[in-house]
């Protein structure tokens, strides 16, 4: 059901084609049953400030293990936003993509899923598919190459030890989910999935341990297909398990892939702690290509940096600029701030204030680069800082499943 969607805007700073979406969301109260009044509302605010979300879909306060969560944005306007919901711990059964095969998993959380139009103010709830969505990491979204406003949401569901995998899909075309077979190219390891990213009209599944799994569904005959990550830089199976995205990224930037790594430095023996930035050619490629690094002794010695007053530690990861793949961005105690990989150079730095979590549980999962469409991109922005931290004060030990998106992968 399609709702009203409203874009806050005071008054307008610098204009600026992109913004950093903080990927929890503000509740900002309970859904109206009547349907008035807007649901949607964010104040967009320039880079490296972080703009939120603020929806009335959600029902209840959002929790360390029950929160809304962008789980994609796309240039096109589309964002793709997942509530998880408390409920009865229950048991739910899996038809697995072979023949006569079924497993079961145990949940204490609904999932609601909707996708969400800025260039159209509206919000439309996605319907429950027949059979669960297994894992909310799994799911991405891509706008059709067609336009029109139609675009499809889809989770790949592989078996792993298997070779097949099952893609659930819902399009606007077609108006409910689908569920067709695929071959899976990959040998048996379990998945750490972090995020999809849509680009050139695939979506690409991200592995931060090991690499990219890709899909056109608008190809005549779609396929998956795999991209490792470069040569060295593969993790063991479970290796860096709940932290790769602290220090790991992979995202989209003057139209290529790019993949930023830190982990490697942290290993033992990986040398001096650095910053290295990615390239994949171009979709069709398996090979990346070093385009930029930087030790973080010499960022440090920047004068910029300096005058800044921060810190010489090693910050963790939040994302890569979308335009420009030589600016990298870093979270570092309360500050969000810029560097310039190649020139070796402080760029900027602010108060970030995401709603969650708190700022020594950052990773690059709470931040996503939105490219606006023209609508929104043309000076429709509005100041505003976010105090989730003034309301932190007391101190928060984060468990293993706080703030993690919920789900598995099915292996033999």
């Known amino acids: 059901m399609a709702r009203p969607l409203s874009w806050s805007a005071p008054r307008p700073p610098p204009t600026s084609s992109w913004v950093i979406l903080g990927s929890i969301a503000r509740v900002s109260g309970q859904a109206d049953e009547d349907g008035r009044g807007p649901h949607i509302s ?17 029902p209840e306060p959002a929790t360390p293990q029950h929160f809304p969560f962008v789980l994609a944005a796309d240039p096109s306007g589309l964002l793709l936003l997942q509530a998880n919901l408390a409920c009865p711990r229950h048991r739910e059964d899996i038809e697995l993509p072979v023949p006569d095969r079924w497993a079961y998993c145990w949940r204490s959380s609904k999932s609601r899923y909707f996708v969400l139009d800025a260039t159209t103010a509206s919000a439309f709830h996605l319907p429950d598919p027949r059979r669960p969505i297994l894992h909310q990491a799994m799911l991405g979204l891509l706008a059709s190459p067609e336009g029109g406003g139609h675009y499809m949401v889809a ?8 070779d097949a995998a099952t ?47 890709t899909w ?44 930023v790594d830190t982990y490697m430095s942290r290993r033992e023996g990986g040398g001096a702690p650095t910053v290295s930035v990615w390239t994949l050619a171009d979709p069709d490629s398996t090979e990346w290509t070093l385009e930029h690094e930087a030790t973080f002794a010499d960022i440090w010695a920047d004068k910029s940096y300096k005058a800044a007053k921060l810190p010489k530690e090693i910050p963790v990861l939040a994302l890569i600029h979308p335009e420009n793949p030589c ?55 509005s100041y505003g800082m976010n105090w989730a931290e003034s309301v932190n004060e007391r101190p928060y030990q984060p468990s293993r499943g706080d703030y993690f998106l919920g789900g598995f992968t099915i292996q033999t």
């Open 167 to 213: 893609l659930l899909c819902f399009s606007t075309e077609v108006g409910e989910w689908v569920y067709k077979p695929m071959d899976y190219p990959l040998p048996r390891r379990q998945l750490a999935p972090s995020c999809v990213v849509s680009h050139h009209g695939r979506l690409w599944w991200v592995d931060l341990s090991w690499g990219l799994i």
């Open 216 to 259: 056109d569904p608008f190809a005549d005959k779609p396929v998956l297909a795999f991209v490792p990550f470069p040569p060295g830089t593969v993790l063991e199976c479970n290796e860096g398990f709940g932290i790769t995205d602290r220090y790991r990224h992979v995202g989209v930037s003057d139209g290529k892939l790019r993949f």
């Open 327 to 381: 600016v990298v961005y870093f979270f570092l105690e309360r500050q969000l701030f810029g560097v310039d990989v190649r020139a070796r150079k402080f760029v900027h730095c602010k108060v970030y204030g995401l709603v969650a979590p708190p700022s020594w549980y950052v990773a690059s999962r709470f931040v996503r680069a939105w490219v606006l469409p023209p609508a929104l991109s043309s000076g429709n922005w």
């Open 42 to 58: 964010i104040a967009l605010t320039a880079p490296p400030r972080v703009s939120i979300l603020s929806p009335r879909v959600f």
């Open 155 to 162: 989770e790949l569901q592989p078996f792993i030890g298997g």
